[in-house]
């Protein structure tokens, strides 16, 4: 079996983000909040994009942006404690919650992109 999943059920929920102390709330679109809307961290928590599977919960840090023609803005996270690199599509157009843009704007020109 080729190509990544992704899981949904069980895993949109609000939290505490353990880097900023922001609420977070789940999304409400069938997609999966994964990332704090306020400082743009993660948790390293999943092994394919939603599964809860991994057993590192070090801190994924924003490094950089990305623009996707396909997916829109994507955040580059990089763990703090294993090293591990991912991608996390910014909720830029989230009602309730979206994305801060100002941070996002910010941590592409500190990671030395441009949107």
């Known amino acids: 079996m080729s190509g990544r999943r992704f899981t949904v059920q069980g895993t949109n929920n609000a939290f505490t983000c ?3 102390g922001g609420e977070v709330q789940p999304l409400r679109n069938g997609s999966v909040r994964n990332h704090c809307p306020h400082c743009l961290h993660s948790l390293h928590v999943d092994v394919l994009p939603g599964d809860r599977a991994s057993d590192c919960h070090g801190d994924l840090v924003p490094v950089g942006v990305e623009h996707s023609g396909k997916k829109g803005w ?8 294993c090293g591990h690199l991912g991608r996390n599509r910014a909720a830029l157009d989230d009602p309730d919650q979206p ?3 100002d ?13």
């Not at 994507?74 to 404690?81: D, E, N, Q, S, T």
């Not at 941070?103 to 949107?115: D, N």
């Open 74 to 81: 994507v955040i580059l996270h990089r763990c703090a404690r």
């Open 99 to 101: 994305d801060d843009w």
């Open 103 to 115: 941070v996002l704007i910010a941590l592409s020109r500190k990671a030395g992109g441009a949107p």
């Open 18 to 20: 353990r880097a900023c």
